[in-house]
């Protein structure tokens, strides 16, 4: 795979849209692995805080409604 922005070769792939990225194009934003909710009723999140992220795909920072899921 090479990467998105140089067409150099990919050493990662962004956790959030999965495109390729060379070690020069890599970014990092928290991504949140999984949620939970704790014996009080607070909801808790276990997040990773530098995940790779290309630069590119617009994570969205609300969660989006899936109907279509029922």
């Known amino acids: 795979m090479n990467c998105i922005h140089c067409d150099r070769p ?11 990225v060379c070690r020069e194009h890599i970014q990092t934003l928290p991504h949140i692995e999984a949620l939970y909710q704790n014996e009080k009723g607070v909801q808790t999140a276990l997040v990773v805080a530098d995940a ?10 609300d969660p989006v409604e899936l109907p279509q899921l029922k």
Not at 14 to 20: H, N, S
Not at 52 to 61: D, M, Q, S
Request: glycine share 10%.
């Open 10 to 20: 990919a050493h990662s792939v962004c956790r959030f849209c999965g495109r390729a």
């Open 52 to 61: 790779v992220y290309c630069g590119l795909c617009h994570p969205k920072e």
